[in-house]
């Protein structure tokens, strides 16, 4: 009798990966999924299952033949929302065998799991505030929002009043925080940038530097 084979899958999200548990994190929405067996001579058909409750139920999603010396199939799901998605494979061989489906209450394997997200961090509060004693030093105070909140995610830029060459101002930081620097108030803008761990983008709004009180020399009698 032969030994049964045991299919493996690969996900194949493009660009850097972010991780949050056991679940890979990506703004993509159509995840690549390469089956893959020792002796793909044997399989006829590959079949992608797929969970979205953590293995409680499960459900056939995608099939494809075998075409012999292709390498395997690639699936590419496409989910229809964001949120938690757990993989796996299923072989039918040629001699009308297969393997066993994915089991009700069976949790999806490590680093079978993809958890999608495309909304982008909500910028709740954003306050500049200049010091009173002193003008070249501010206070910076801010709150983000975000179902996959990168660490330090937020990212002050700053420009002048008549460039749009935005440049890092100061390091990384986390998605809530309060920051007194020093800052070029006379010539320059402030704006907030945020990603989180999936990469969606937010931009702030712009606080601009007051401009500086123009002097006024003593009227001199003629």
């Not at 199939?73 to 993989?87: E, L």
């Amino acid at each position: 009798m032969l030994r049964r084979i045991v299919p493996a899958l690969v996900i194949a999200c493009l660009g850097a990966p972010a991780f949050a548990a056991d679940a890979l994190i990506t703004r993509l929405d159509t995840i690549p999924i390469h089956f893959k067996a020792k002796d793909l001579s044997r399989v006829a058909e590959a079949q992608l299952w797929v969970t979205t409750d953590d293995g409680a139920t499960w459900g056939k999603q995608l099939s494809e033949k075998v075409t012999p010396g292709t390498g395997g199939p690639t699936f590419r799901f496409q989910a229809q929302r964001d949120g938690r998605y757990g993989f796996a494979t299923r072989a039918v061989y040629k001699d009308g065998s297969s393997d066993a489906e994915p089991q009700a209450g069976q949790p999806p394997k490590a680093n079978h799991v993809v958890l999608i997200d495309r909304s982008d961090p909500v910028i709740e509060a954003f306050s500049v505030t200049p010091d009173a004693t002193d003008p070249l030093r501010v206070s910076v105070t801010w709150r983000v929002s975000d179902a996959n909140p990168a660490d330090k995610g937020v990212q002050f830029m700053m420009a002048p009043h008549d460039s749009e060459s935005w440049i890092p101002f100061g390091g990384k930081q986390a998605p809530n925080g309060e920051w007194a620097v020093a800052f070029p108030r006379e010539s320059h803008r402030l704006r907030m940038d945020v990603r989180d761990r999936a990469g969606n983008r937010s931009v702030s709004e712009v606080w601009a530097a007051p401009a500086p009180a123009a002097s006024t020399a003593a009227a001199t009698p003629a």
